[in-house]
């Protein structure tokens, strides 16, 4: 693997990428616009290719291209594992870490906004838009804005995200120091390495929501293989990692005699269940 060294700043800004330049600019332009200027951002470029990271890089002022690095994988793995989240992490030094996955945007102001209010928390997430968008010639086009998941008011409610992720992984910071604590991101779950992050750092403690929608969640209609998102490409393995992350804390729960996570996750994804079962039959 090829490595710079390590970046130092506030934030550490990891960055997930694989032949979208046109998806990478759109990241770095959200980067460039940030309110809040103490960041540092890892660029995990998913395989041996980085020479068209580099070109868009070099379309940027000097003073911003010191920011990033370029962390680039000896072959390709896929976009969403924890791994290009670790490596990240790993070649970054700052006090908050945050995940802005190549398609997806922020508002201006969310790293002040979010630093603002981390103060007693371990972390904090804010309400999010989710777009649907089309990519026509490499361009992005717009076609729909509206509040994602807009039932989640005042707090992020663990039950429900027992269920499933409640947010897109670009709503959220954390703390740098609470990863000691809770472990890194599970190499062996890609691509639901995020939710099963986000259970053991809910689990540990309250996390601030910030119910301003100042993260942007992408969604591709109509979009080839590169340009889709990783969730509709990989149906099948989403369902078996779900089962597998069930299990694993519910073992976890048998092993110690208590019922912990593991009972609630699957609780709540029996009663998710019924749930729409019952809507469907309505």
Same mark, same amino acid.
């Given at each position: 693997?090829?490595?710079?060294?390590?970046?130092?700043?506030?934030?550490?800004?990891?960055? +997930?990428?694989?032949?979208?330049?046109?998806?990478?600019?759109?990241?770095?332009?959200?980067?460039?616009?940030?309110?809040?200027?103490?960041?540092?951002?890892?660029?995990?470029?998913?395989?041996?290719?980085?020479?068209?990271?580099?070109?868009?890089?070099?379309?940027?002022?000097?003073?911003?291209?010191?920011?990033?690095?370029?962390?680039?994988?000896?072959?390709?793995?896929?976009?969403?594992?924890?791994?290009?989240?670790?490596?990240?992490?790993?070649?970054?030094?700052?006090?908050?870490?945050?995940?802005?996955?190549?398609?997806?945007?922020?508002?201006?102001?969310?790293?002040?906004?979010?630093?603002?209010?981390?103060?007693?928390?371990?972390?904090?997430?804010?309400?999010?838009?989710?777009?649907?968008?089309?990519?026509?010639?490499?361009?992005?086009?717009?076609?729909?804005?509206?509040?994602?998941?807009?039932?989640?008011?005042?707090?992020?409610?663990?039950? +429900? @995200?027992?269920?499933? @992720?409640?947010?897109?992984?670009?709503?959220?910071?954390?703390?740098?120091?609470?990863?000691?604590?809770?472990?890194?991101?599970?190499?062996?779950?890609?691509?639901?390495?995020?939710?099963?992050?986000?259970? +053991?750092?809910?689990?540990?403690?309250?996390?601030?929501?910030?119910?301003?929608? @100042?993260?942007?969640?992408?969604? +591709?209609?109509?979009?080839?293989?590169?340009?889709?998102?990783?969730?509709?490409?990989?149906?099948?393995?989403?369902?078996?990692?779900?089962?597998?992350?069930?299990?694993?804390?519910?073992?976890?729960?048998?092993?110690?005699?208590?019922?912990?996570?593991?009972?609630?996750?699957?609780?709540?994804?029996?009663?998710?269940?019924?749930?729409?079962?019952? @809507?469907?039959?309505?």
């Amino acid at each position: 693997m090829i490595f710079k060294k390590a970046l130092s700043a506030k934030v550490a800004v990891l960055i +997930r990428t694989k032949d979208r330049p046109h998806f990478l600019r759109r990241t770095l332009d959200d980067l460039a616009q940030q309110t809040m200027r103490d960041w540092c951002a890892a660029i995990i470029n998913d395989g041996p290719d980085a020479a068209s990271i580099h070109a868009t890089l070099e379309t940027y002022p000097e003073n911003f291209r010191k920011k990033t690095t370029v962390l680039t994988l000896p072959q390709t793995i896929g976009r969403g594992t924890g791994l290009h989240l670790n490596l990240g992490i790993k070649h970054t030094d700052s006090d908050y870490i945050t995940i802005h996955d190549d398609d997806d945007t922020w508002d201006t102001r969310f790293l002040e906004k979010t630093l603002q209010s981390i103060e007693g928390y371990s972390a904090v997430v804010t309400q999010s838009y989710l777009i649907k968008e089309e990519v026509l010639e490499n361009a992005l086009v717009e076609k729909s804005k509206e509040i994602y998941e807009p039932w989640q008011q005042h707090e992020i409610s663990l039950f +429900r @995200l027992a269920e499933s @992720l409640t947010f897109p992984p670009i709503a959220m910071i954390f703390r740098r120091s609470i990863l000691p604590i809770i472990g890194a991101f599970d190499d062996k779950l890609g691509p639901l390495e995020d939710w099963e992050f986000a259970l +053991r750092l809910f689990s540990e403690g309250p996390v601030f929501f910030l119910e301003e929608p @100042l993260a942007n969640y992408h969604k +591709r209609i109509n979009a080839d293989e590169i340009n889709s998102n990783t969730q509709e490409k990989l149906q099948k393995l989403y369902g078996k990692l779900d089962i597998a992350i069930r299990n694993k804390f519910l073992r976890e729960d048998l092993r110690t005699g208590k019922m912990g996570l593991g009972f609630l996750l699957n609780i709540s994804a029996n009663q998710g269940r019924i749930l729409r079962e019952l @809507l469907q039959e309505k």
